[in-house]
């Protein structure tokens, strides 16, 4: 079983809407779990860490299940803009280890 | 914010040949850096971790006489290509943290190498 699974897509959404994707981790001992945008050959860009109590940063919420051991990434009025590959991100630690990344969820927004 | 630099961007070699690539964190002190290789349409897969001063760590499978990395102050870390071929031709990017109480992780841009 992979550590850090993702539908790789692709996601074909119309612009507005409301798009969402899971994460799931195998390692129970995970502590930290972050979503990431990449675009096309670029490094990776952290897009919100995960708390356990969820959060939300403008169009972008985040929330964790250690029970199910799966993290998600719900994006609210989509603009193209958003089109993308979305990592998920889980580390042991909160710093001093290295991340382990799924392969990502390719998102393309259409006009 | 955190700043780190890395170079070059891309880089073609030819095959047999050795590369060095540098991550610099440019504006904090990086107790730990962090090398990944991203192979096309595939995850970032974590090489090694490296902290200042010691000998870094090489995840399973990472032959460590073929990748050389170099901590050797808090700002700079260096990955070496050693004889590289065409299987080595990937992206690599660098990471840089200031330990564990500080959390988060700031990525350098990436280099693409190309081995011909």
């Known amino acids: 079983r992979k550590e850090v699974e993702q539908d790789p897509g692709p996601f074909n959404v119309p612009e507005g809407a409301t798009v969402a994707f899971n994460c799931t981790y195998s390692?129970?001992?995970?502590?930290?779990f972050f979503w990431y945008r990449q675009d096309c050959r670029k490094e990776p860009k952290l897009l919100m860490s995960?708390?356990?109590s969820g959060n939300e940063d403008g169009r972008f919420t985040a929330q964790l299940n250690r029970a199910s051991q799966y993290i998600s990434l719900l994006i609210r009025d989509s603009k193209l803009s958003d089109s993308a590959t979305y990592l998920c991100a889980v580390s042991p630690g909160g710093g001093a280890d290295g991340l382990t990344f799924g392969k990502g969820t390719h998102l393309i927004i259409q006009p | 914010g955190a700043v780190v630099s890395q170079h070059p961007s891309w880089v073609i070699c030819k095959s047999g040949t050795s590369v060095k690539i540098e991550c610099r964190s440019l504006?904090?002190?990086?107790?730990?850096m962090f090398w990944y290789r991203q192979f096309p349409k595939q995850s970032l897969m974590l090489m090694a971790t490296?902290?200042?001063?010691?000998?870094?760590?090489?995840e399973q499978g990472v032959e460590k006489d073929k990748f050389l990395i170099n901590h050797a102050s808090l700002t700079l870390s260096t990955l070496t290509v050693t004889s590289a071929h065409p299987e080595d031709s990937s992206f690599y990017i660098c990471?840089?943290?200031?330990?564990?109480?500080?959390?988060?992780?700031?990525f350098g841009s990436g280099t693409r190498l190309t081995v011909v």
């Open positions: 504006d904090f002190q990086a107790t730990t």
């Open positions: 995960v708390y356990s």
């Open positions: 990471s840089a943290t200031r330990g564990a109480l500080a959390g988060g992780y700031t």
């Open positions: 390692n129970s001992a995970s502590q930290s």
């Open positions: 490296s902290n200042e001063g010691s000998k870094a760590t090489y």
